[in-house]
């Protein structure tokens, strides 16, 4: 077995906080154990609750024919997001299940080691720039250790309002670039921590 199914195993059996007993299907994430790319996203929504695969509704949809412009496909990239349940009527996270959910994700990027993170909205992008938001930081890549960062508008923004459709694809565009390393990518000093959004 592989590190990252040994790991899944362990991730489905995690009863860390309290969404352990309302979800349906954890959802570890999903994708190549050698991706360049890994996309953070935020938590499962009602679809992902029910197959138990990240980014498989609307929001999901979306994102699939991000991918296809650049060139690529879902299992050429690697799929996770912050928490791993599905939170009741979609609510947003609490700080206690990030907090007691983010050393799953710690690890998956240990194994994974991507070339470059993608972050899809705020709490993706909290995890790696705390205090910034979500409409400055996106577009921008930046180095954070070895790894390159590069925050987006989580896909579902485009399905709330339409404007910031082309602005998402736009951002998805620039990604063979800066893999490529033709665009300047400035450092960031410190060590990525999750921080919880109050
Ligand atoms: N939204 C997310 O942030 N993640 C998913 O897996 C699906 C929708």
Redesign the pocket.
């Known amino acids: 077995m592989s590190a990252l199914t040994d790991l899944y195993h362990e991730i489905e059996n995690c009863q860390g906080c309290g969404l352990a007993k309302s979800r349906n299907r954890v959802?570890p994430g999903e994708g190549a154990e050698d991706a360049s790319i890994f996309f953070i996203?935020?938590?499962?929504?009602w679809h992902?609750d029910q197959q138990g695969r990240?980014?498989v509704?609307p929001?999901?949809q979306f994102l699939t024919q991000l991918l296809t412009l650049i060139g690529l496909r879902r299992e050429q990239v690697y799929i996770a997001?912050v928490i791993k349940c599905h939170p009741p009527q979609n609510r947003d996270p609490l700080p206690m299940e990030i907090e007691a959910c983010c050393g799953w994700l710690d690890r998956q990027l240990e194994i994974i080691h991507p070339r470059m993170v993608i972050t899809?909205?705020r709490y993706s992008l909290s995890r790696y720039f705390p205090n910034e938001s979500i409409g400055k930081a996106h577009g921008k890549a930046r180095k954070v250790g070895d790894v390159i960062v590069f925050p987006m508008y989580?896909p579902?923004a485009a399905l709330h309002q339409g404007s910031l459709r082309n602005i998402i694809e736009e951002d998805m565009r620039k990604v063979p670039m800066i893999l490529a390393q033709k665009e300047e990518i400035s450092e960031v000093a410190h060590e990525p921590r999750q921080l919880n959004l109050l």
């Open positions: 959802v996203g935020e938590a499962p929504g992902e990240p980014f509704g929001a999901g997001n899809l909205g989580h579902a």
